[in-house]
């Protein structure tokens, strides 16, 4: 089962604006992640945000996290055509014996240029 | 080379064939991970290994799924009888240790049972 869900399924805007994405998630976890993935294939991991950190910056990123909303944002700030993609948050589960990352439906990005 | 390597980038098999599915880890990762997603889901965890040894298997859908690491580096997954609903893109990942903090994924293998 997926832990994390994104919200919304799908985002168009255009180049410039920034994009807001949220992941809202079940279970108390130790850190959440946001990955990337271009037209299906390989994911890219964005960035880490640890349950004791608030907000996170990596470049035009920001990162939030509530832990007691069990709810994260990623902001993309003056967005480009090239930032197109799908989003996934995802989040540490110990189901089936081991701590494996669980994945989010994702949400998909498209920046109009 | 310098990141995980999966082979083939696309398989298209028929209906009950057997197929083997290769991914080459990030040198010196010892854990490794597959993934299956279907088109506009998640990634779903099928199978992790820690060294040679499935640690996890919990995500494999059912018995025609079989994933082995002789070596403690390259794996394989095996899929026999396959079905049309095993159409998907079947994701590697490898990280250094096994506490789930970034993982390194390969560009996958898009399955096309028909």
């Known amino acids: 089962s997926q832990q994390g869900e994104e919200d919304p399924q799908a985002l168009s805007i255009q180049e410039g604006e920034n994009a807001t994405m949220n992941c809202s998630y079940k279970?108390?976890?130790?850190?959440l992640q946001w990955y990337r993935q271009n037209s299906g294939r390989g994911l890219v991991h964005l960035i880490l945000i640890r349950s004791n950190e608030r907000e996170k910056h990596s470049g035009r990123l920001r990162v939030t996290l509530d832990t007691s909303k069990k709810s994260s944002s990623l902001l993309i700030t003056a967005s480009r055509a090239a930032d197109t993609a799908s989003y996934f948050c995802?989040?540490?589960?110990?189901?089936?014996?081991?701590?494996?990352?669980?994945f989010g439906k994702g949400t998909k990005l498209t920046v109009n240029p | 080379g310098a990141g995980v390597s999966q082979t083939p980038s696309n398989k298209v098999t028929e209906k009950g064939k057997y197929v083997e599915l290769r991914c080459d880890p990030i040198s010196g990762h010892t854990a490794l991970y597959w993934y299956r997603q279907s088109l506009g889901q998640g990634p779903e965890f099928l199978i992790y290994?820690?060294?040679?040894?499935?640690?996890?298997d919990s995500g494999l859908p059912n018995d025609r799924f079989f994933a082995v690491r002789p070596e403690g580096s390259v794996s394989t997954l095996k899929i026999q009888r396959t079905e049309r609903g095993d159409s998907a893109v079947y994701l590697c990942a490898s990280s250094l240790y096994s506490d789930s903090n970034t993982i390194y994924f390969g560009e996958g293998s898009w399955l096309t049972v028909v």
């Open positions: 995802a989040t540490p589960s110990r189901q089936g014996g081991s701590e494996k990352l669980v």
């Open positions: 279970t108390s976890i130790n850190n």
């Open positions: 290994f820690q060294g040679t040894g499935a640690a996890d």
